[in-house]
T-cell receptor, first 113, second 115 residues
Framework: AQSVTQLDSQVPVFEEAPVELRCNYSSSVSVYLFWYVQYPNQGLQLLLKYLSGSTLVKGINGFEAEFNKSQTSFHLRKPSVHISDTAEYFC???????????FGRGTSLIVHP | KAGVTQTPRYLIKTRGQQVTLSCSPISGHRSVSWYQQTPGQGLQFLFEYFSETQRNKGNFPGRFSGRQFSNSRSEMNVSTLELGDSALYLCASSLAGGANTGELFFGEGSRLTVL
């Protein structure tokens, strides 16, 4: 079964600073990877996804992630965060023949003014 | 294109009661999944329905059940509610078959409080 580890439960950062949210997944022959964002009292929405091809994936709101097969990582980055980026971020993977993605425990990004 | 719609958004029940939550997927999406989200456990997969059949099931007791109708709308039911069932219940829809990359489209959730 797939597993996804988000290494930080909470990441505080100041506005306009860069941020990296870390995600590691269990290896699979083929894997699809996702980052979702959840704002307070809302459902999750897709930030970006890796299906195949270029290992650098760009998403909405200025976020990007890099697929690293050798390190089984899919870290999320943003060069300059805004207060409005304060939210919960979930990494997910789908692979190994399962239709169901596996989610990490989430990372709370807190942006301070 | 309308998104995933969940009703009700908020509800309060007492222990021992039962509850039914509803989910209308995005038009054309035939797969509907349900998740329970709590601060301590994160996102826990409940079950997935496709073409009115439960295709996958998570590790939850039999008090949690669901169904899907011919128009792909889905309901989940929790019987004999316990305090620990208090959570945000999220529904997500997705394309099925070969087009299914696993990308999910979530509703805003139904927040259940059990007193």
């Amino acid at each position: 079964a797939q597993s996804v580890t988000q290494l930080d439960s909470q990441v505080p950062v100041f506005e306009e600073a860069p941020v990296e949210l870390r995600c590691n997944y269990s290896s699979s022959v083929s894997v699809y990877l996702f980052w979702y964002v959840q704002y307070p009292n809302q459902g999750l929405q897709l930030l970006l996804k890796y299906l195949s091809g270029s290992t650098l994936v760009k998403g909405i709101n200025g976020f990007e992630a890099e697929f690293n097969k050798s390190q089984t990582s899919f870290h999320l980055r943003k060069p300059s965060v805004h207060i409005s980026d304060t939210a919960e971020y979930f990494c997910a993977s789908r692979g190994g023949g399962s239709y169901i993605p596996t989610f990490g425990r989430g990372t709370s990004l807190i942006v301070h003014p | 294109k309308a998104g995933v719609t969940q009703t009700p958004r908020y509800l309060i029940k007492t222990r021992g009661q039962q509850v039914t939550l509803s989910c209308s997927p995005i038009s054309g999406h035939r797969s509907v999944s349900w998740y329970q989200q709590t601060p301590g456990q994160g996102l826990q997969f409940l079950f997935e329905y496709f073409s009115e059949t439960q295709r996958n099931k998570g590790n939850f007791p039999g008090r949690f059940s669901g169904r899907q109708f011919s128009n792909s709308r889905s309901e989940m039911n929790v019987s004999t509610l316990e305090l620990g069932d208090s959570a945000l219940y999220l529904c997500a829809s997705s394309l099925a078959g070969g087009a299914n990359t696993g990308e999910l489209f979530f509703g805003e959730g139904s927040r259940l409080t059990v007193l």
